[in-house]
């Protein structure tokens, strides 16, 4: 079993910054691959950043390529995800997600059984 806990979010004005942090335990951390997924309410949550397990290989949605970018720490069993230029409909409650180690990037939130409490990440002036 994977524990995942998230902290960082917060309340920016369009244009600013937060770093969310993932503190993962219960498993060796270099084992997992790790995403970041958001969730708006009356939506499905949606893959915002991924990462696999040797962190070499990353993949970003669309909407955030350029102003986010996900990275781990595997001497501190922790994955974040930087976000820069910050709009309003970034606003939503974020979620850290981990799976077991796979080759590739995982991008459906079903390939992910561990999954944070969520942060709630608002972008208004």
């Known amino acids: 079993q994977v524990q995942l806990v998230e902290s960082g979010g917060g309340l920016v004005q369009p244009g600013g910054s937060l770093r969310l942090s993932c503190v993962a335990s219960?498993?060796?951390?270099?084992?997992?691959?790790m995403g970041w997924f958001r969730q708006t309410p009356g939506t499905e949550r949606e893959l915002v950043a991924s990462?696999?397990?040797?962190?070499?290989?990353?993949y970003y949605t669309d909407n955030v390529k350029g102003r986010f970018t996900i990275s781990r720490n595997d001497n501190k069993n922790t994955t974040y995800l930087q976000m820069n230029s910050l709009k309003p409909e970034d606003t939503a409650v974020y979620f850290c997600?981990?799976?077991?180690?796979?080759?590739?990037?995982?991008?459906?939130?079903?390939?992910?059984?561990?999954w944070g409490q969520g942060t709630q990440v608002t972008v208004s002036s």
């Open positions: 997600a981990a799976a077991p180690v796979r080759m590739q990037i995982l991008t459906e939130s079903s390939d992910y059984p561990y």
């Open positions: 219960g498993r060796t951390f270099s084992h997992l691959n």
């Open positions: 990462i696999i397990w040797s962190g070499f290989t990353t």
